[in-house]
């Protein structure tokens, strides 16, 4: 009886942000990884490793999810969304973006990318969110700065002007 061997990478197609990527990948290369390094797109930030900060959180398929925590192989196919997939094309900082820098509500900025993705995919399922429909969307996110109440009043402000 033989024993295969696993595939050692695999190819795969996404699209990141509206452009299309087809690479050769590692079949236990993490999707965070494949987002920061394969891609370049150095915005998704990498805090824990193990799922727990949401420093890495994107969008896949619509949902926010971890990257720390997905192959690269899971996301063959997806649609993925990153921080850098906020901005509108002209440059211009999204109503969201704005709304953390008018509210304070980062300091260091380490969590903000992962922090406005969760935010953002709580209003596009929800536009005018309570306080506490914020709180519960960013909930898998940590911060060590700014205690929260400035994050949740940014994501709040953007649903009162929605």
Do not use: W
């Not at 949401?54 to 649609?79: F, N, R, Y």
């Not at 953390?100 to 922090?115: K, R, V």
Request: charged share 20%.
């Amino acid at each position: 009886m033989s024993v295969e061997e696993p595939a050692r990478s695999c190819s795969i197609s996404v699209e990141v942000n509206g452009d299309v990527y087809d690479r050769e990948v590692d079949a236990r290369r993490l999707l965070v990884h494949f987002i920061r390094d394969d891609i370049d797109l150095t915005g998704t930030h990498i805090g824990c490793d193990t799922g727990n900060c949401g420093a890495c959180t994107i969008h896949l398929d619509g949902v926010a999810v971890k990257s720390c925590m997905l192959l690269a192989v899971q996301a063959d196919g997806a649609k993925i969304a990153t921080v850098e997939g906020l901005a509108p094309i002209d440059g211009e900082l999204s109503p969201l973006q704005q709304s953390f820098s008018a509210h304070h509500a980062l300091q260091c900025g380490y969590c903000t990318p992962g922090m406005l993705m969760s935010a953002s995919a709580l209003l596009a399922q929800n536009p005018r969110p309570s306080e506490e429909e914020a709180r519960t969307a960013i909930q898998g996110n940590i911060c060590r700065c700014t205690g929260y109440v400035n994050i949740v009043e940014a994501i709040v402000s953007v649903g009162e002007g929605a």
